[in-house]
């Protein structure tokens, strides 16, 4: 059921460069391979057979963050994320690969496979970071040794996923909705969720977390493996009934983007997939557009930062409802982080497989935080707030990192 990886619509580019300013790969390295034009050249040329699978091509591919600043900007509509993952799902069985990094690869679009399984890794990490394990473990010099230390410190603070299940409304029923939970984000994101769970049934709407539900199938997409992404898709569809659901809703958006592309990447096979993902709303789309009791939030007369996740602002283009939903917090100013809309550099598993683009990414929306002088920064995407945060951290700046729904949770008025 993963749909072929199809490079024609590359075709419809007619190489004006409107999007070269606008690609924050470009921006860097001022390399006509790493834009969005040259890239697409690239794809013609691995189209035809005229350009073969080689380090060079690899790397211009690899270095795009699928951020689609580009697609947004392209006057022709070049359909550009969709032709990255068709590039990377071509290029993915010539790639050279260690054993050791094929075997990895394996295991771990094998664990978001398993949800199970993953909240057992989950269930056992939680403890290492809890018990005091991750102390002696750091301080022991074992990291250094096993080359693990950089990835042992991007290791977020699990939390405890949500229970499946129904969750009543507060009050008289308005509607139903499903949350989506996901993978990384039921563990490492999981407060979040609660936020938006209080916020939701507090509104007045049953929540449902489906059983059976996990991974929404992002990172397979765009790392090479469409049909480990169908797969998980498959599993999604199965275990949400769209039927007499207002909408379903994601605290993710770069699991939102996915799930709101399952029509059009799954229609043929799967004909609900598109009244899921015709439901699929960021959780900030769904809270703004509704009408909320007078009085329910308490002032906070602070003015806050605000990150416009790529998925959020170029996918889902649902950005502009995180604004008048702050607004219903009195007193609250919100100042837009980033308004050139450029990536934060963290783009998925991007932060992990090109670190030093994801750094050098990251710096200025760090130098624009420490001019603004805010105490509090919000993103509606947890890989993004996460890269964001470790890089306040290492600035010494003192800035909290939030999702949009967890600060208004926390001005929650009790009785109203
Ligand atoms: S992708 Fe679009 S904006 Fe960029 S060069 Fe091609 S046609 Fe022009
Ligand atoms: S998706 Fe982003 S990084 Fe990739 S070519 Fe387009 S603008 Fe550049």
């Known amino acids: ?80 994320g969709r032709l990255m993952d068709a590039a990377r799902a071509r290029v993915e069985p010539h790639r050279p690969r260690r054993p050791g990094s094929r075997r990895l690869r394996r295991w771990g679009f094998g664990l978001l496979r398993r949800p199970r399984r993953l909240r057992t890794l989950a269930r056992v990490l939680r403890y290492y970071q809890r018990s005091g394990l991750q102390w002696l473990v750091r301080h022991s010099g074992l990291l250094r040794l096993l080359r693990l230390a950089p990835l042992e410190a991007r290791l977020p603070r699990l939390q405890r996923p949500l229970a499946a299940g129904h969750h009543s409304a507060v009050g008289p029923m308005r509607g139903r909705v499903a949350l989506f939970t996901g993978c990384v984000e039921s563990v490492a994101g999981a407060d979040t969720q609660r936020d938006a769970l209080r916020l939701l049934t507090r509104l007045g709407y049953e929540v449902v977390i489906p059983k059976n539900q996990g991974c929404c199938g992002a990172l397979a997409q765009h790392n090479g493996d469409p049909a480990t992404a169908a797969e998980l898709a498959r599993a999604n569809l199965a275990a949400f009934d769209a039927t007499g659901l207002e909408a379903i809703v994601s605290t993710a958006s770069g699991c ?103 750094e050098a990414l990251r710096r200025p929306h760090i130098e624009q935080l420490r001019a603004l002088g ?35 949770a926390r001005q929650l008025r009790e009785g109203v």
């Open 256 to 358: 939102g983007v996915q799930l709101a592309a399952y029509g059009a990447l799954y229609e043929a096979d799967y004909p609900r997939a598109a009244d899921f993902a015709d439901k699929v709303l960021d959780i900030s789309s769904f809270l703004a557009a509704r009408d909320w009791p007078q009085g329910l939030l308490q002032a906070r007369p602070e003015t806050i930062a605000v990150h416009d996740p790529c998925t959020l602002r170029h996918g889902l283009k649902q950005h502009r409802a995180v604004y008048p939903l702050l607004a219903r917090v009195p007193g609250l100013k919100t100042v837009t982080l980033n308004t050139t809309g450029a990536c934060c550099g963290a783009a998925g598993s991007h932060v992990l497989t090109q670190p030093a683009q994801a």
């Open 1 to 80: 059921m993963a749909p072929e990886a199809d490079l024609k619509d590359t075709d419809r580019c007619v190489m004006c460069g409107l999007c070269l300013p606008h690609c924050p790969t470009y921006g860097l390295s001022r390399d006509e391979g790493d834009s969005p034009r040259g890239r697409i050249a690239l794809m013609q040329g691995l189209d035809s057979g005229a350009l073969p699978v080689g380090e060079r091509l690899l790397g211009h591919l690899d270095r795009c963050l699928e951020c689609r600043a580009c697609e947004a900007m392209c006057p022709s509509e070049v359909p550009f």
């Open 374 to 408: 805010v105490r509090t920064l919000v993103s509606s995407n947890i890989g993004c707030a996460l890269h964001l945060a470790a890089g306040i951290r290492e600035a010494g700046l003192e800035i909290e990192v939030l999702h949009p729904v967890t600060l208004l």
